[in-house]
């Protein structure tokens, strides 16, 4: 079995991951969320603060697992630096009791590897990664082999529902609420889409938060307006999406170079999302995958599931060279 601890951002989350079946045996994650609510968004000595607490307090539930145990795995990159170092803390520290060799996984490939929870992977994939903090197109042949197709250039799909929902005064984190909220309202806003020109396979979200507050601040802020300018915003936020990915699977028609396109990341649990990217998946005869809604959203699972290719190839790092990258460096 692998332990894994996922520390990137404000979610506190261990797994325990049997290696022969990929099943897993152990998954709990502790959601920071009511502590940065506040906030209105994540404050990462906070947060850090708090892993130090929690990860302790799970790693205690599964401790009948640990003899049984082949490797230790952590999230290293990419992530709020001062929350990453928690975990890799907490992982040197197992892997030097139990005398265990060393993981460490890429977060954003954490995410691709939702899709395969305790199941064999596919690949090759076209992947839309919309997280807090990434937005992005892959390709993906496998493990190390993704490549970044499109990114955004300023915020991402989910910090910029984060953002609406602060601006709103509706709490941390947004994208559950304003989806919800978008669902009383009518998208009669009239609101800017972003990079409205087909042949840039990019995405900006900045325009779109600016023209949002400027709304705010000339209405009379009411139920009826917090529904229809969060229906407005979603549905620009999405359609600029769907222009993108539609681009992305016309440029795939020529090379074919995957069958299979995913979703993933914690906003890929927005039904909206889901469904409008459904079609286009139906309209170009190509599957589409999604991970369990309950594994979208940051975990534990997802990084143990990856440790097993990892282990499987004998990729380990030294206790002591173990880095911790906050930007995504490649995958
Ligand atoms: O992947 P994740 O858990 O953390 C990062 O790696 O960043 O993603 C969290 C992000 C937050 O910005 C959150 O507001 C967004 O995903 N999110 C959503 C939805 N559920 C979560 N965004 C839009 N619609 C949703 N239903
Ligand atoms: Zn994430």
Not at 72 to 98: K, N
Not at 259 to 274: D, T
Not at 286 to 302: G, I, R, V, W
């Amino acid at each position: 079995m692998i332990l894994s601890i996922e520390s990137s951002c404000d979610d506190s989350s261990i797994a325990i991951t049997r290696i022969k079946d990929k099943k897993l045996i152990f998954h709990k994650k502790i959601s920071q969320e009511s502590s940065h609510k506040d906030y209105g968004g994540v404050v990462p000595e906070l947060a850090s603060r708090l892993h130090a607490k929690l990860l302790p307090q799970i790693l205690k539930e599964c401790k009948e697992f640990l003899n049984q145990l082949k490797a230790i795995a952590v999230t290293t990159e990419p992530g709020l630096s001062v929350t990453l170092l928690e975990g890799v803390v907490m992982a040197q520290s197992l892997a030097y009791a139990l005398n265990l060799p060393l993981i460490s996984v890429n977060h954003l490939k954490g995410h691709i590897y939702s899709l395969f929870l305790e199941k064999d992977s596919i690949f090759p994939l076209g992947i839309l990664l919309v997280s807090g903090g990434h937005t992005m197109l892959l390709e993906s042949k496998g493990l190390n082999e993704t490549k970044i197709i499109a990114q955004s250039i300023d915020d991402s799909f989910g910090e910029s529902f984060d953002k609406v929902a602060k601006m709103l005064s509706l709490g941390y984190p947004g994208g559950p609420i304003v989806e919800l909220r978008a669902k009383n309202g009518n998208a009669i806003i009239n609101l800017p889409q972003p990079l409205n020109n087909k042949h840039n396979l990019a995405f900006s979200f900045s325009g779109l938060k600016n023209a949002v507050r400027l709304e705010i601040e000339k209405n009379t802020i009411n139920d009826n307006f917090i529904n229809d300018i969060c229906a407005s915003f979603q549905k620009v936020a999405i359609s600029h999406i769907v222009q993108k990915c539609k681009t992305f699977f016309e440029l795939n028609k020529q090379s074919n170079t995957w069958q299979h396109f995913a979703i993933v990341g914690g906003a890929s649990a927005n039904l909206s999302l889901r469904e409008q990217i459904q079609n286009i998946a139906d309209s170009y005869n190509k599957q589409l995958l999604l991970a369990p809604l309950s594994f979208c959203s940051d975990n534990a699972a997802m990084i143990g599931r990856v440790a097993v290719e990892s282990y499987l190839i004998g990729d380990f790092v030294d206790i002591k060279d173990i880095k911790i990258t906050p930007k995504i460096q490649s995958f």
